[in-house]
């Protein structure tokens, strides 16, 4: 296992699974494009349902444009028969081995019920060489307790110099300490988390059935010295938590409780433009409002969603529409075919008036300037050419072909004339491809 920072475990960057990934990248991309993606990426989390990604800001519009994030989430796909999704958090702080960066308290858009348990809990911290008791986190799927669990780390991260923060999902609480007695090493583990500045678990509800995990962590409740935060949290109120032995139980029941309640609608709405924006991509608050219906009150699959419409085509005019948010999401991309470029010069030259044969001129008018750099764009990004590939369909030079993308990407979320025509031929095109399929 790579080493980790300030003591964070675990880190998932040799994950059997991300390993298997970077393999098969291997041999689809040059060298030096998959040592950015190791190098500008972190696993922060794998599950049955998701690969969440950490991924610098920097690089990912550059990954969303030359098609290899969406090489990414197909590796995935394949690698896992379609079990597990991409789920990208973009970010533009240093890239951490563990912990998500993106859950902080200052990201944290509390509902107004919550409020109070916000302030309580940075009380917490701001005393946390003060705490006497274990705090118990708690509130249904979609309350927001793991974003809550993972600010709360980073923040005791930042206030210790020395001492490991252990930040542990109960299911990686008991891979650790499966992991130790293969090793003959549980005494070890438990010196770790006895030593530990900060123990912080979240969803103990999953440690059901699992009795040696339950009594190791009554042991941590029961050793571990004051001036240690031990911050735990699971889906329902201590009492309520029948399956769990009772001395954890008790624990639970003695422990500070912070009830979470899931967010309003509104806030709901909040979260997904706040994570809109960390794309650095305009989004419409009619999309979000769609968005939050889709997924209801639990937002935890909403990064898949964003990185799903982000791989798109037409994911940068599509976030302010709500037909084409909708068709994106629903699309069998299994049952479309690639669009060929003489349909998407059709397309454009029947959409401003002009005949095909204009868009291949030399003529620097306007009128065929604007309509030529359109059709170039679309061309590159539905259907995967390279730039001298295009410039040969247009008769120019690639770097012509360069500069007409470029021109568009600066120019789209200046001029409103130019988006409005961009989200029209967006939706024409994802009709054409529907079509063709």
Partial sequence: MLKTRRGVLPSHADHPLWLSILEKLDGKLAGTQVDEIIDASRV?????ADLRLGVRQAQLLRWVHDGRLALLASVISNVTDGGTELSVVPLDVDLPLHLDPSLTLESFIGSPSNFDVIQQARGKLDR??????????FGPSGSGKTHLLCAMAQSTAEKVCDGEIICLS?????????NAIRGAELELLRQRLRNASAVILDDIQDLVGREASQEELVRILEEIRESRLVTLSADRPAETLTGLMDPLRKRLIEAVGLRLTPPEWETRVAIVLERATRWGIPMYPEVASFLVGELGHDLSRLDAIL?????????????????LVRRALTQDHRSTRPISPDAVIELVARHFNLKQSDLRTASRSPRV???RQIAMYLVRRHCSLSFPEIARRFRRH???ALHACRQIDTKRDQQGSLRAALVLLEKELLLLGEECG
Wanted: hydrophobic share 40%.
């Fill in 170 to 178: 109960a299911q990686d609480f008991s891979m650790q300490i499966v």
């Fill in 307 to 323: 990185t799903r419409l982000m791989i798109h085509p037409t994911s940068e005019s599509g976030l302010m529409d709500v037909n």
């Fill in 398 to 400: 690639h770097t012509t």
């Fill in 128 to 137: 946390f060489n003060q705490v006497s008791r274990p705090v118990f986190v």
């Fill in 44 to 48: 922060l989390q794998v599950s049955s």
């Fill in 369 to 371: 300037t604007t309509p």
